[in-house]
């Protein structure tokens, strides 16, 4: 389960919770509840954030220029360019990528291959 899942659950769990509480309790012990209920999310929130900015990951690119010719032989895979995982979460440049020849079976890309 990832991370903006679980955050997603607890959020939803804290507002039903709540919402119960402020079902249950009297006005004036709500509007008590609540304000200090308000400040702490506040608090929180200004904690959040400065969490998120500092601990932001620099996003990773590839760029490939002039590759040059990839051949691939009997059930063989040839990439003139760049092979990127799917979860690849950067930019990918691939400038004058060569050629990418499969005559041989297998299979070849010129460019930028994304698994």
Known sequence: MTAGRVALILTALTVTVLAAALIVLKWDDANKVFTAVAALAGVAGVGVAIWAALGAKPRKSVKVKKSGNAISGPNGVAVSGAKV??????E????????????????????????
Not at 92 to 115: F, I, M, N, W
């Open 85 to 90: 995982a799917a979860t690849h979460d950067g």
């Open 92 to 115: 990918v440049a691939v400038v004058d990528s060569g050629k990418a020849d499969a005559r041989l079976g297998g299979s070849a890309v010129s460019g930028a291959d994304v698994d």
